[in-house]
C-alpha cells in the first residue's frame, strides 16, 4: 500500500523506526509538540495536510494519524477521497504504553497523573505534560479540555473534580519504550522530576499501536477507519474514544 503517515513529532523517532520496518510506502509528515494546547489550530493544522495529501496526486490508500482524541484536535476531521486511520486513544499516553487497557491499569485511578517520553523531553521546552493553558501545574489537559468545549468552563470543573478527586498523588511517570531507552532520558527524566519534588517512576512502554497502524493491521477495536467522506466524531468514553459521525 501507499500511505501517508501525520504524526505529533513526539511520536517521531517511534514512527521512523516502524515505517523502516512496515513492508508499505509511506510518506511522513509530523506537526510540532505542543500545538495540542490550542485544540482548534491543531484540529485546523491537521486538516490543512489532509487536504494537501489529497491534492497531491498521489493515490493514497489510507491517510494514517498519530494522535489521540488530543483535547477535540481530532474531531470534525474528514478526507473527501482517501480513508483516514487514528488509534482509539484520549491522548499519547495510550499510544505509548500501547492499549488502552494499560492506560487504565496504571492511570484509571489518578489519570492527572503527569507523564513524559523521550520525546517529550527531546522536542519539548518541558519535561512534564503540562496543562493546555500553559499553566505550571501538572493537569491532564487535553480531557479536561474536551469537557470545557462541550460543556463550558463552569461545569467542566465541577464534572472533572468530581471524576477526579485529589488523591495527593506526588508521582510523575517516564514512559520507556526499549526503542529509544539507549538515549538516556529516562535518567535525564528521574533528575528533573526529582529536583521538581516528584517521585520518579519509570513504566515500560510499547510500540505497538505505531507499529501496527503503519503495518496496515487496523483492528477495529484499537483503531477508527473513516470513510471517504466520512467524519470524526469523539465519544469521550474509555473503549470507542472516537467514531465516525452519523448523518
Not at 520496518?21 to 485544540?39: A, C, M, N, Q
Not at 499519547?92 to 513524559?116: D, M, N, Q, V, Y
Not at 512534564?128 to 470543573?157: C, I, N
Amino acid at each position: 500500500m501507499l500511505l501517508k503517515l501525520i504524526s505529533c513529532n513526539v511520536f517521531q523517532r517511534e514512527a521512523s523506526w516502524c515505517v523502516a520496518r512496515s513492508p508499505h510506502v509511506i510518506d511522513t509528515e509530523y506537526t510540532e509538540l505542543g500545538e495540542h494546547v490550542r485544540s482548534a489550530g491543531l484540529r485546523q493544522i491537521i486538516q490543512d495536510k489532509i487536504d494537501a495529501t489529497e491534492a497531491s496526486g498521489k493515490a493514497y490508500d489510507a491517510i494514517l494519524l498519530l494522535f489521540g482524541l488530543c483535547g477535540n484536535s481530532t474531531v470534525g476531521l474528514q478526507a473527501r477521497r482517501t480513508r483516514l486511520v487514528i488509534p482509539r486513544a484520549h491522548d499519547c499516553c495510550t499510544i505509548l504504553l500501547g492499549s488502552r487497557a494499560k492506560f487504565t491499569e496504571h492511570f484509571g485511578a489518578a489519570p492527572s497523573t503527569p507523564f513524559s517520553s523521550a520525546g517529550y523531553i527531546e522536542r519539548g521546552n518541558y519535561f512534564l505534560r503540562t496543562s493546555d493553558d500553559g499553566a505550571p501545574e501538572v493537569q491532564v489537559g487535553d480531557a479536561y479540555q474536551a469537557l470545557v468545549e462541550k460543556y463550558g468552563a463552569e461545569d467542566a470543573k465541577y464534572i472533572w473534580q468530581e471524576m477526579h478527586p485529589d488523591h495527593g498523588n506526588d508521582q510523575a511517570v517516564f514512559i520507556d519504550l526499549p526503542q529509544t531507552s539507549h538515549l538516556g532520558y529516562a535518567a535525564q527524566f528521574q533528575a528533573k522530576a526529582l529536583a521538581a519534588g516528584k517521585q520518579a517512576v519509570q513504566l515500560p512502554g510499547n510500540i505497538r499501536l505505531i507499529e501496527n497502524l503503519l503495518l496496515g493491521n487496523w483492528d477495529a477495536q484499537e483503531y477508527l477507519v473513516v470513510p471517504p467522506a466520512g467524519t470524526t466524531e469523539g465519544v469521550y468514553d474509555w473503549d470507542q474514544v472516537i467514531r465516525v459521525k452519523q448523518p
